[in-house]
C-alpha cells in the first residue's frame, strides 16, 4: 500500500510531509502513554497502517536479556499476529544475524527475498532462529532492521516488512527508517531515564524512613505507599522519635512537587525538624516557626504542610498530644467505642510562605486505647469530590476499625482507601496502651 499523500501537494512534498507527520505520530505515541510496552505497540499499529505490512519492535535489556514487546500485521487473515510478544532467547556471542548485528550497532539494514531466505549460515543461534521464525509465519519479500540508538546505545530495534514484491523496500527507504527509529529510540531513552529518576526517587524516600520507636505504653504503625497511577514520585514523609525528656515525637509532611527535587527536599525538611525538636524540645508550635524559618532560609523555593505533635504522660496515663500543624490536613482522633474527631486547632500557614509568624498549637487528652491517625492527602482526596466528602469517608472507615490491632488499622484503611489513590500515602498512627492491672 503506498504511503499516504497530502492533500494538494506534489507527490514528492507529500511524501516527504508524510514521512515526517510518521515520525512525530511515532514519537508521541511512547511519550502519550505511562506504559512504555503500550505506547510501542502503538508504534506497531501506525507503522502498519502507513508503511509496511507487519512491524515488530524488540527491546534489549540488561545482561543479554530481550523482550518483544509489540508485533503488528495489517492483514491478519488466518494468520493473527499473536502469540510473538515475549522474552527473546539470550542475546549471545553466537547470534549473527540481521537482529543480532543491529543490536551490536550496525544498520539499518536492508533485507531482500525475505530472512527465511537466508543463507542458513546466518542463522547461528536461537536468538537468529527466532527473528527468522517471524519471517517463514508472517511472510515478507523485504524488510528494514533499524536500531533503536540515542546517545550512542541501542535499547533495540524495529523490523518493517513488506510482503508484495511489486512493493519492496529498497535502498532508498533506509534513511527514513534511521529517522523513524532515532524518534522512537529517543522516546524509549526519555521514558527509561524517567523510570530511573523515579526509582531513585523512590528509593530515597524508603531509606529516610524511620524505624519506629518501641514505648511499653504507646503503640506506633506507620506506612508509607507510592502511587500506584502515575509515575510520579511525591515529597511525602513521616517520622517518629523519642526525645531526651522522654516526650514521643511524632510528625507528617508532604513537600509540594512529583520529582526527585521533592524528594531530596523532604529528606532535607525532615532532617532540620529532627535537629530543631531534639535541640531545645520547645512546644510544638515553636518547633514548627522555628523549622518554617530555616526551610525558608535555606530552601527559598520549597514550600510544604506538616504536624508536629508530642505524646506526653506516664506510662499509666493519662496521656495528652500537644500538636501544631503548618497548612496540613487535621489529625484524626478515633476512640475504642468508635467516636471520631478531627482536630482542627492549632492549625496554621503552609511551610516557606516567608512569613514569621506564632504558629498556635492545641492540646487533646488522649483517652485509653484511642487512635490519633496522622496521614497525608494521598490517602483521601479524590477527583470530582470535595474534601468535606473525603474526611468523612476516613472518618467512617476509622470508626469501624476502631477496635482492630493497630497495624491491621492501617492496613485496612490503605486497602479500603489506598486503591483509588492517585498520589504517594503515608500514614503514621499511634495509641496509648495502659498497663494491666496488677495481679492479685
Do not use: K
Amino acid at each position: 500500500m503506498p504511503e499516504r499523500q497530502v492533500a494538494g501537494a506534489t507527490p514528492v512534498v507529500g511524501e516527504a510531509m508524510e514521512r515526517l507527520a510518521m515520525i512525530v505520530d511515532t514519537g508521541r505515541a511512547v511519550t502519550d502513554t505511562s506504559d512504555l510496552f503500550q505506547g510501542l505497540r502503538e508504534v506497531c499499529r501506525i507503522l502498519t497502517v502507513r508503511l509496511a505490512d507487519w512491524c515488530v519492535i524488540d527491546l534489549l535489556g540488561a545482561e543479554g536479556t530481550g523482550e518483544r514487546v509489540g508485533v503488528a500485521r495489517r492483514d491478519r487473515g488466518d494468520r493473527p499476529a499473536q502469540g510473538f510478544e515475549g522474552a527473546l532467547p539470550p542475546f549471545t556471542a553466537d547470534a549473527r544475524g540481521p537482529l543480532a548485528r543491529v543490536l551490536r550497532g550496525a544498520g539499518p539494514l536492508l533485507i531482500t527475498g525475505g530472512l527465511a531466505e537466508q543463507p542458513p549460515g546466518q542463522i547461528g543461534s536461537p536468538f537468529d532462529a527466532r527473528h527468522r521464525a517471524l519471517f517463514e509465519s508472517l511472510g515478507g519479500d523485504s524488510a528494514v532492521v533499524a536500531p533503536l540508538r540515542a546517545r550512542r546505545d541501542v535499547h533495540g530495534a524495529v523490523t518493517l516488512a513488506r510482503t508484495d514484491p511489486a512493493r519492496p523496500f529498497t535502498e532508498a527507504d533506509l534513511a527514513f527508517a534511521d529517522d523513524l527509529a532515532h524518534g522512537v529510540a529517543v522516546a524509549v531513552d526519555n521514558a527509561r531515564l524517567y523510570d530511573e529518576t523515579r526509582g531513585i526517587a523512590e528509593q530515597l524516600q524508603r531509606s529516610l524512613l524511620p524505624v519506629l520507636p518501641r514505648m511499653p505504653h504507646l503503640e506506633v504503625a506507620a506506612r508509607y505507599v507510592p502511587s500506584s497511577v502515575t509515575a510520579e514520585v511525591g515529597g511525602d514523609w513521616y517520622d517518629c522519635f523519642v526525645l531526651p525528656r522522654g516526650d514521643l515525637a511524632v510528625t507528617i509532611g508532604d513537600v509540594a512537587g512529583h520529582d526527585l527535587a521533592a524528594a531530596v527536599a523532604m529528606s532535607q525538611l525532615r532532617s532540620m525538624l529532627r535537629g530543631i525538636a531534639v535541640d531545645r524540645e520547645e512546644p510544638p508550635g515553636e518547633v514548627v516557626r522555628r523549622l518554617d524559618i530555616a526551610n525558608h532560609t535555606l530552601y527559598r523555593e520549597a514550600t510544604a504542610t506538616c504536624v508536629y505533635g508530642l505524646v506526653r504522660g506516664p506510662r499509666e496515663g493519662p496521656w495528652d498530644f500537644v500538636h501544631a500543624a503548618a497548612g496540613h490536613l487535621p489529625p484524626l482522633l478515633t476512640t475504642e467505642d468508635g467516636g471520631t474527631r478531627y482536630l482542627e486547632d492549632g492549625v496554621g500557614l503552609m511551610l516557606g510562605t516567608g512569613i514569621d509568624m506564632p504558629r498556635p498549637a492545641a492540646s487533646v487528652r488522649l483517652p485509653p486505647r484511642s487512635t490519633v491517625l496522622l496521614y497525608t492527602d494521598g490517602l483521601i482526596e479524590r477527583r470530582d469530590e470535595g474534601l468535606g466528602s473525603s474526611l468523612e469517608r476516613l472518618r467512617r472507615h476509622t470508626a469501624d476499625l476502631a477496635r482492630e490491632p493497630l497495624d491491621v488499622f492501617c492496613d485496612e484503611l490503605l486497602i479500603r482507601l489506598g486503591a483509588d489513590g492517585a498520589d504517594d500515602i503515608a500514614l503514621l498512627a499511634l495509641r496509648p496502651v495502659p498497663p494491666p492491672p496488677p495481679a492479685d
